[in-house]
C-alpha cells in the first residue's frame, strides 16, 4: 500500500537504509532526549479552532523573506544527500521545485551548489563558517553565483554533537562521494566537522551580513538573549533548531521556545523553526506561535530514501495537503489567518 | 459473560464487525492523538464527593432544551448505524425510547428520517448544510415534517478529517445502504462529505435558526470565542464536540474545554458536550463542569453492533445506572445538583 | 525466602487466596483509577529529611482520640475476614494487640464483637447505619458492651460502588460464615449493602453523637466542606478515606486531599487517613500532612492471608520498624516531630 | 565493541558482578523510587545554549575549595570497592589521578588511608563518626596524616536505610576483605552501620569543624534549612545528596533541590551535589544551578568493576569529555561561565 503519512515513509527508508546510513539520519546526540522531545513536544500543544468561517478558498501560499512558496514549509538543509539515495540533493531540489517551496541546500552536500542551480529550484545555501577563511569566502561565492537567495547560517555546531550510532555502526561517508566544500571525499562526518571554526562571534556574523551580499538567516537559536542579539547583528532571520537533536542533548524541543523567540524578535526580522515536523497540524501549531514558516529536514529525506525525487516530492506534496487541511479545520484561509489564539498548552499529565 | 460495561461492548464489537466498519466507527483523524484524549481526559477530573446527603429519592431524570429525558445522556449522531448492524438507525432509536432519552439522527442516516419518526422516539436531527442549498431545505423540511425536536447543526466539518484508517482498510459505504440525505448510495464517506459546504458563517446560521423553525444546537464548538458567538447569533445550544477526534487532529478534549465553553456562553443557551463518554462518572464530572447533559456516539454504537437494539438498549440503561450510582455516592439527588464544586483537577503527574 | 515487605504479602496472598476472594480484597470500583491512584499518590511527595537530630531515642508511640498506641497506624475495619483465614477476625485483633495498636472491627465482621472483646485488643468498631434503626442500635449496644473504645461510622456508602471483578468471579460470601450484624450467612456483600441505610445526614450523625455514649469519628470525609459539618456536628475526629478505592471511583487519593481536610478541621479534632498506605514513608508522610495516624486494611489482610495471626502480626512490626526507620532518617523523636515542613510535593513529570 | 558511555559501563558491570555485589552497589532503600528519581531528574531540566560564542579555548578545569582539579568533577565515596575489583580504592585513586580529579575514600574502605596517600592522589576522606569517639579520632588522625585535603562528613545515616536487594541476595562484604575504619573484616555492611552514631548533632559538627584541623564538607543536605545550619555551624562546604538512593527513599533527586541549597548557603561555602550523574550535560546542568562541582559514585565504580583502574580512568575521560563538549555546546569556555540562565525547568508532560 502507498504509504499515507510522514511516520509511513519513515518506516520504509528504516527498511531500505543500510543500518548506518539510517543511523546517521536518524539519530541524535547522546541519550536522544531532545530527539525524540522536539516530535512529542507538538503533542503539549492543543488547537483551538475556530467555527463558521467561510475557507473555501483556502490557501497554503505564503512569503519568507519576500520569496513566494507553495506553503510555508521549506526543505531543511541535510548533509551528505546521496547516502539516502544515487540521486541525492539534485532529486531534492527538484522535488522542492515541484513542490513550490525553498531547497536550502547544505554545505556538507554531495552535489555542487552549481548543479543544485541547474534545477532552478528556489534554493537557499546553508553555511558552516570553516576555520579557513578562504574556503568560507568561496563557498559564498559560490552561493551567490548559484543564485541562491539566502545564506542560512548554522550556529550551533562549535564542535560536533555526540553521536553515538555513527560510532556504533563505524558510519562513515563513502569514498565515492565528493562533498562539495572540500572538493573532496572519504571523509567522516567527525572529520568534516573539525574543519568548523569554534570561534565565530555576533561580531564576525555582523561581517558575514554585510560582506556576503545575501539574506542572512542564523539557524540555531534557542534563546530570547540570542534572538535579540541575531537582530541587533544584522541578521535577517532566525531559525529556531537544536540541529534535529544532533547537537546538545538535552536542549529544549524548539516548539517549546518559540514562542520566547518570538517575542525577543518582536516583529524585527521573520522566525522561523525546524525540529520535529511530522504532521500538517505541526505547521499550523508553528504559525500559530509566530513562525513564518518550517523547515522540515528529515521528512522529505525519508521520501528520498524511499523513492528519491518522486518520493520527497510525495512527502512535499502529503504535508501540503495536510497543511491545507489543518488550516481549513482550524478556521483560516490562509497561513497570515492563524494567530496565536489557535494554539494553547495541553494541560499537564495527571 | 455477559457485559458488565462500555468497555466489554466495545471490545465485542470489535470482534463482531470487519476491520474496515470498526476502523470507520472507532478511528479518528492524522495520529488519533484527540481521540484517545477525549477517554484519558476524564481521568484528568477528580470528584469530590459529599457525605450524608439524603439520596434515598435520587434521580437522573432532567430536562434538555425543555424535553424531559430520564438522563443527561442523549444518544449522539453516527453515520451509517446499518453498517454496525441491519437494524441500523431504527434499532437505536427504539433503545433511546426505551431508555428514555433522546436519539439525535445523522444527516448520514441509513435510515429516513419519516421511519425514525415511526419509532415514536425522542428525536432531533442532525444537519450538515450542503454545497446545495436545496438539499438542505429539503433535510430541514423532513426534520420538521418527521417531528424531530430540534436541529444540531455541525460545524466542525467544512472538510473531512484525515481519517486513514479508512484508506487502509479501503473502507466504503456498502453499494446497498442508502444515505437518506442522497437518496443513493455506493458512496464512500469522503464522497459524501465532498457536498458538505466549506463556506457556512455565523451569519448563515443565523438565517437558519431563524428560518427553520426548529430550535437549533451548533455542534462543534471548541472556545470562549465561538461559544459566544453561538450564543449572539440565535444558537439555542451548543454541543462542545471534537467530532470524536474525527476531525481536526491535536484539539482538546471535549472536557478540557467545556468550564472555558460554559463560562462563555454564561447561562444564556444550554451546553452540551460528546467525547469520551464511558463511564456514569465520566458524565457527572460534565454536569458539575456546567453541561445539561452529554451525547455519547460510539457507547451505544457498540451496544447496536453486539446486539442490536437489546445491545443499545442495553448499554444506555447500563449507563444510567451508573450515572444514579455516581449521583448518589457524589452526594447529589438530581443532576440540577451536581454543582461545579464536586470537580477539581487531579495533580499532575510526578 | 521470608517475606521482606508489603509488596510480598500482596503477591503471596494473590497465590493463596481464590480468585474469588482475592478479588474481593483487591478491587475496586469500575475501572480502579482511584484504588490505584491511593497508592501512586504517595509518590507525588517527596520527604524533607532534617539531619543531625539526635534520633538515639526515637519512639514511634503515639496517642490517637487519647488511645496509647505503639504506632501511628491502626488496623482499618476490613470485612469479612474468614474468608481471607479461617481465624478471621480474631487473628487480626491478636495480631493488633501483639502490636500495640488497635483493631478496627468491621459491621460485616464474621465474629461478633464479643469474640473480639475476649482478644483484649484495643478495638473499635466500624459503624454502618442500616436502614432497621433497631438493628443499628442493636450494633452499637454490642459495640459498647464489648468495651469497643470508639464508633467509627462509615459514610460514603449510600449505596456499593460497582465493583466489577465480583461480578465477573460470582463472588459471594461463603454460605457458613456468619455475619454478626445479621446473624445470618449465605448473603452476597451486595445483599448486605442493600439494607445500608442511603437517607443518613449531618443530622443523624449528631444525634449518634450524643446517644451512643462512644467517641464517634467519620470515615470517608474527602473535602474541606465535610470535615467542617463533621466538627460541627460533634464528630471525634475524622478518617480522610474513599473507602479503599472501592465506593466512586475517579475520586482523589487520599493522601491528595489530606492537607485540605486538615486545614479545615484547624485542629478542632483529630484527622485520621486510610489508604494505599504500604510503606514506613507513607505513614510518615501522611503523619507530615497533619494525620494524627493511619488505618491500614489491605496491608495486614495481606499478612493475615498468608500465615493468619503470625502474618498479620509481621506485617504489623515491618510497618513499625520502617515507620521508626523513616521517623529517625527523616530526623524526627516521634511521631509529634512529624511537621508540615519534612514533606513537599514532587515536581511534575516532564 | 569499546564501552562508548557510561550506561555501557554500567551495562557490562552488571555482568561482570556477582548479584549479590552487583546489587549492593545498584541498589537503593525501599523501592527504590529516589534511587530512580536522581537519574530522570536530570531529564526535567533544559538546557539554555547560547549561539556564537568563541570557545575555541575552552577548558574543565576548574578548584573546588581552592584545589585544582581537571574537571568539576570529583570520585564520589563508595565502600568496599575490593568487591568490585581486586584492585579497589587503590586502582580508583590511580584514576582520578590520572584524571586529574580528587578521589573521595569512604571510611568503609578496603584499602587504609596510608595506602591511598601512597598513590599521591588528590584525596578528600569521607568520615562516619562512630559511637566509639576514639574510633571517630583515630580516623581523623589517620585522614590528616595522610595527607587528606578535606573530610567529608556523612550525616543522612543516623541509621542504614533498608536495602532489601542485600537481604534478598543475603549479601555480605566476603570474610578476607579488611575495612581500614576498624581493622578487621566478615561483617555485613548492616553490622558496620550499626556502629554509627544516631546521637550527632550540629554542635559536634562545629566541634569536629574546630577540632578536626581539616576543611569539613557535609554530606547529605537536602533542604534550605539544614544548608544555612551547616554554613552557621562551619562547615566549608555542603553536599547536596541523598546518598544515592540508599537512606531515605521517597526524598527529592538531589538536583532538583541544588537551587533551593544554593539560595539558602548565598555563596558563603561551596556546594556540590552527588546522585545520579551520568552524562557531561548532567554535570553542566549542575553547574548552572549553583554546583561547584558533582560527585560521581557509580559511574567511575562501573568502570572499576569492568576494567580495574584503566576501566574507572577511561569513565573519568569519557566523562571530562562530555563535559567538555556540553561546555562548548551551550558556550560556556570554563565551569565558572555556566550561568543560572543556562538551564531551565522543562515543560510538564501532557
Known amino acids: 500500500m502507498e504509504p499515507l503519512n510522514v511516520w509511513d515513509y519513515e518506516r520504509l527508508a528504516a527498511e531500505r537504509l543500510s543500518v548506518g546510513a539510517h543511523g546517521y539520519y536518524a539519530g541524535g546526540a547522546d541519550d536522544e532526549v531532545t530527539l525524540r522531545d522536539n516530535v512529542e513536544a507538538f503533542r503539549r500543544w492543543r488547537l483551538r479552532p475556530r467555527m463558521l468561517v467561510d475557507v473555501a478558498t483556502c490557501t497554503t501560499a505564503t512569503t519568507v523573506l519576500?520569496?513566494?512558496v507553495s506553503m510555508p514549509l521549506l526543505v531543511?538543509?541535510?548533509a551528505f544527500q546521496r547516502v539516502a539515495h544515487p540521486d541525492g540533493e539534485v532529486a531534492m531540489a527538484l522535488a522542492a521545485k515541484a513542490a513550490g517551496t525553498i531547497m536550502c541546500l547544505s554545505t556538507l552536500s554531495t552535489s555542487?551548489?552549481?548543479?543544485?542551480?541547474?534545477?532552478?529550484?528556489p534554493r537557499w545555501f546553508q553555511l558552516y563558517v570553516f576555520r579557513d577563511e578562504g574556503m568560507t569566502r568561496d563557498l559564498i561565492a559560490q552561493a551567490?553565483?548559484?543564485?541562491?537567495?539566502?545564506?542560512?547560517?548554522?550556529?550551533?555546531?562549535?564542535?560536533?554533537?555526540?553521536?553515538?550510532?555513527?560510532?556504533?555502526t563505524a558510519f562513515a561517508i563513502p569514498e565515492d562521494l565528493?562533498?562539495?566544500?572540500?572538493?573532496?571525499?572519504?571523509m567522516t562526518p567527525q572529520q568534516v566537522f573539525d574543519e568548523v571554526s569554534p570561534s565565530l562571534t555576533w561580531h564576525d556574523l555582523e561581517r558575514l551580513c554585510s560582506e556576503s551580499g545575501l539574506p542572512l538567516l542564523v539557524k540555531g537559536v534557542l534563546t530570547a538573549e540570542d534572538a535579540k542579539l541575531a537582530c541587533e547583528h544584522g541578521a535577517h532571520g532566525v531559525v529556531v533548531s537544536n540541529h534535529g537533536g544532533r547537537q546538545l542533548d538535552g536542549v529544549s524541543a524548539t516548539i517549546d521556545v518559540l514562542e520566547e523567540v518570538v517575542e525577543a524578535v518582536d516583529g524585527r526580522i521573520e522566525v522561523l523553526v525546524d525540529g520535529g515536523v511530522r504532521r500538517g497540524t505541526d505547521v499550523v501549531k508553528a504559525l500559530a506561535l509566530g513562525a513564518r514558516a518550517v523547515l522540515a529536514g528529515r521528512a522529505p529525506l525519508w521520501g528520498l530514501a524511499v523513492d528519491g525525487e518522486a518520493g520527497a516530492r510525495r512527502v512535499l506534496e502529503l504535508l501540503r495537503r495536510e497543511i491545507l487541511s489543518a488550516l481549513q479545520l482550524v478556521g483560516c484561509s490562509s497561513p497570515a489567518d492563524v494567530t496565536r489564539d489557535r494554539v494553547t498548552r495541553a494541560p499537564a499529565a495527571r
Chains 1, 2, 3, 4 share one sequence.
Open 144 to 168: 551567490r553565483s548559484g543564485g541562491f537567495g539566502a545564506l542560512v547560517l548554522t550556529i550551533d555546531a562549535p564542535t560536533r554533537g555526540n553521536r553515538e550510532r555513527d560510532v556504533r
Open 112 to 121: 555542487t551548489p552549481a548543479e543544485i542551480a541547474a534545477t532552478e529550484a
Open 76 to 78: 531543511a538543509p541535510v
Open 66 to 68: 519576500g520569496h513566494d
Open 178 to 186: 565528493r562533498i562539495a566544500a572540500f572538493g573532496r571525499g572519504g
